[in-house]
């Protein structure tokens, strides 16, 4: 994710002094912070939908590279497969293939949705015992038949709804 | 539209019944009321000579290749010949590899582009000694 928004932070974050960014790591008594990217400075990704990035991977060669390097600018058809794929992988860190792999980050996702919803169940099951007040008394058994009469009483959606379904006749539902 | 060329778009993709690649898609129509529309030559002749520059500079090879492949469609292979030999003139190896890895990856499902535009490659991936992915085993993860 960081190489992503890398891309897009670069443009934003390029006029940005970047001297607190580029401060060398600083170490506290035996803690050693990360190595920090100078984002200021072209960066190396790898997207499939950028195929050439800013800059290439490596960029301090050992001499052997350097040796290397020289002789790319010679007829490539003299170099061996080994060299060309060193070559490769001097300029690039992943093939595309490489890019594409697929991981196994869906599961990640999908059991940490699955825990949080299971822990928020137990948080809730919780608050009904020891947080929600007692239910009034309208919710039991008289109070909700004597709600019920009354609302036959009144006549309540008469034509299609509740009371046309009671057969005042018979007093009985229909 | 172009000759190798499809359009990658679900629309494309349903009509594409053939395995050889020298269907036309239909042209891209925009809302112009009153702009001419590029035809696919004019858009490949552009491309050519963006890169046949002879003193292109490894900025203009990198933005024209991501450029191109930004585009929904596959270039033509004279635009990748002309690319291949910018690479050339940068004696840069693997950018030519790269590019060569790029345009497999936008051909996504249709995998009868990749080795037609391989065949029509062949001969300057011979004169310049550009080595496939396939060739150098790295097209497997």
Request: charged share 25%.
């Given at each position: ?14 006029r940005?002094?970047?001297?607190a960014?580029?401060?060398s ?9 990360s ?8 960066m ?7 195929p050439l990035?800013?800059?290439?991977y490596?960029?301090l060669?050992?001499d ?6 020289q ?13 060309k794929?060193?070559?490769y992988?001097?300029?690039f ?9 697929k991981t196994?980050?869906?599961?990640t996702v ?6 949080f ?6 948080v809730?099951?919780w608050?009904?015992?020891?947080v929600?007040p007692p239910l009034?008394k309208?919710?039991?058994g ?5 709600q ?13 709804g509740?009371?046309?379904?009671w057969?005042y006749?018979k007093?009985?539902?229909? | 539209m ?13 009509s ?7 269907y036309?898609?239909p ?6 009321s009153?702009g ?5 030559e004019?858009?490949?002749a552009r491309w ?6 002879p ?8 933005k ?10 596959v270039?033509?292979p004279k635009v990748l ?8 003139r940068?004696n840069d190896?693997a950018?030519?590899?790269r590019?060569?890895?790029?345009v ?11 080795p ?5 490659l ?9 080595s496939t ?7 497997k993860?």
């Amino acid at each position: 994710m960081l190489r992503q928004t890398a891309v897009h932070m670069r443009g934003l974050l390029a006029r940005r002094a970047s001297a607190a960014v580029t401060s060398s790591s600083v170490r506290m008594a035996s803690h050693e912070v990360s190595e920090t990217v100078d984002m200021s400075r072209p960066m190396y990704y790898d997207r499939v939908d950028v195929p050439l990035p800013d800059k290439p991977y490596k960029d301090l060669l050992t001499d052997a590279d350097k040796t290397l390097k020289q002789k790319e600018k010679g007829p490539w058809s003299q170099l061996s497969k080994e060299e060309k794929i060193a070559l490769y992988r001097l300029m690039f860190h992943q093939t595309y293939p490489e890019m594409k792999q697929k991981t196994s980050e869906w599961k990640t996702v999908l059991g940490g949705i699955f825990f949080f919803l299971g822990f928020t169940g137990l948080v809730v099951w919780w608050q009904r015992i020891y947080v929600y007040p007692p239910l009034p008394k309208t919710f039991e058994g008289d109070s909700q038949a004597m709600q019920l009469k009354r609302m036959l009483d009144m006549r309540v959606n008469p034509v299609q709804g509740f009371s046309a379904k009671w057969d005042y006749e018979k007093g009985q539902w229909k | 539209m172009f000759r190798a060329v499809y359009r990658l778009t679900s629309a494309g993709a349903r009509s594409l019944v053939r395995t050889r690649p020298g269907y036309a898609a239909p042209v891209a129509s925009r809302c112009y009321s009153h702009g001419k529309v590029e035809t696919d030559e004019e858009f490949d002749a552009r491309w050519v000579t963006y890169f046949s520059k002879p003193d292109i500079d490894g900025w203009e090879l990198r933005k024209g290749m991501n450029t191109l492949i930004g585009y929904d469609l596959v270039p033509e292979p004279k635009v990748l010949d002309s690319a291949l030999r910018a690479c050339r003139r940068l004696n840069d190896l693997a950018s030519a590899i790269r590019i060569l890895e790029a345009v497999k990856d936008k051909a996504g499902p249709h995998e009868d582009i990749y080795p037609y535009l391989i065949q029509e490659l062949q001969p300057t991936l011979a004169e310049l000694g550009i080595s496939t992915p396939e060739e150098l085993g790295i097209d497997k993860s």
